[in-house]
């Protein structure tokens, strides 16, 4: 039987990330949420503040995956045109969000008041829902299977907690890793011929080995990592590739090193 | 008189990054050291280790960009398919580059010798040259304006130092940063006209301005990072911006806060 695989993707929007100014750490926290709401992240883009840029990769990962993230470009100022290049997107009106209005009139009642710059982070594709943002004032934006996210990380990571078990995914994704003080060239074809005996019908269905070497204390290791959304099938599938590294007269640890 | 723009794409393999294992450190590496070669990074995607993904987005990528650069997928194991997906992508062949034969030969003559899993990493696309590699045995690929790059930082990182000052480009981007403790919701006019005042006939040509707010030992800030190609117009749209802060009654530190 053949199992529903929910699937996501990320568009990050900022200069700053392409520019390698900052460091984009949401693709990996948004991917770590995303397993444990039992949906898997199939893609990610980086694209500039640019309208054309944003529309296209939100067109494109929305129609292709169940649900699309974005992080960043919903600030105050002159770069931060998500919210209008996903209404040219949606072909909709930006409007202001009559609650978010509320929201930030409460926020900046202590904070030097509402001014016209503010009210951008009230504006919202029509048609949209919010997101709880308890750590600072502009809420997130939903629309559809679109979720407009701040790019600031902690901010970000409140929004997702707000958004935590709202939306509807499949088993998750269980991921155990073994380590071993071996080249990966050298155990090759016993991961290859692992992962085929495990992988089942489809690759999406069945478990993945990945192998990530690494050069540490002068010495080469790997771990490898099996994924899958059968913990049945991963365990197996780990007790086998455990089985075959000892039988080449490796030791191995659990959980990686 | 319009000024050409050089710019790349990323294409970044592999399902660690998507499954929120490992954090990538190749985008912002790779983005600091293009705007030393006078190249501008105009978009990023992380892709699954599934050809189709790879296939998708290296074909749109060296298609819209001077130059493509992916990282990952290169090693000995199942899982490491960039290089076929990269062949289908161009419509050639996989073959076994006489050169990195030799390289590999020599590099494991003292580590076990040329496997058949070892001799993966000597395959190429077709009509490749290498790229040199002093950190580890297997080396980077170069097919047109393809760049085919490890996907561990540091090997990544030599690489990049192997093809230093070998890739035509423009002017390099100079970005300047001042720092001031305000709400940049506060000064959101001052950066939207001083911006527009400095941008020049097209949005390539001129300057940018990013804003980035920050909330730190319980004060609210942000850096203002000027970008341009032209030093003169930087600076001059530079100190237009602090004496803007300045009238304001704001204090500005130079380089950021």
Same mark, same amino acid.
């Given at each position: ?28 926290? @948004? ?22 840029? @944003?529309?296209? *990769? ?6 292709? $995956?169940?649900? $699309? #993230? ?18 040219? +997107? ?11 209005? *509320? ?76 380590? $071993? ?6 155990? +090759? ?13 489809? *690759?999406?269905?069945?478990? +993945? @080995?990945?192998?990530?070497?690494? #050069? ?26 455990? *089985? ?14």
């Amino acid at each position: 039987m053949s199992e529903r695989i929910w699937t996501a993707g990320i568009v990050v929007i900022g200069d700053e990330i392409l520019s390698g100014r900052t460091q984009d750490k949401n693709i990996a926290q @948004i991917a770590t949420w995303l397993n444990v709401q039992g949906i898997r992240l199939s893609e990610a883009r980086v694209v500039s503040d640019r309208e054309e840029a @944003i529309v296209e *990769a939100v067109n494109a990962i929305r129609q292709r $995956c169940d649900y $699309c #993230f974005t992080t960043g470009g919903i600030g105050p100022t002159h770069d931060d045109i998500t919210v209008d290049a996903i209404a040219v +997107a949606l072909g909709v009106e930006v409007v202001v969000h009559p609650e978010a209005r *509320a929201v930030l009139e409460k926020y900046y009642q202590t904070r030097g008041g509402l001014t016209e710059a503010r009210l951008r982070m009230a504006r919202v594709p029509d048609g949209a829902d919010l997101i709880v943002n308890r750590v600072s004032g502009a809420p997130g934006i939903r629309h559809g299977n679109i979720f407009i996210l701040a790019g600031v990380p902690h901010i970000t990571a409140g929004m997702l907690d707000a958004l935590t078990g709202t939306l509807e995914g499949g088993r998750p994704v269980v991921a155990r890793t073994i380590g $071993c003080w071996v080249a990966e060239s050298e155990v +090759a074809d016993l991961l290859r011929t692992t992962e085929r005996d495990y992988r089942g019908d489809g *690759a999406e269905a069945g478990v +993945a @080995i990945g192998s990530y070497p690494f #050069f540490r204390e002068g010495r080469t290791g790997a771990n490898f990592v099996v994924r899958g959304t059968d913990p049945v099938v991963v365990d197996a599938c780990l007790a086998a590739l455990t *089985a075959g590294l000892e039988a080449a007269g490796r030791d191995v640890t659990d959980g990686g090193i």
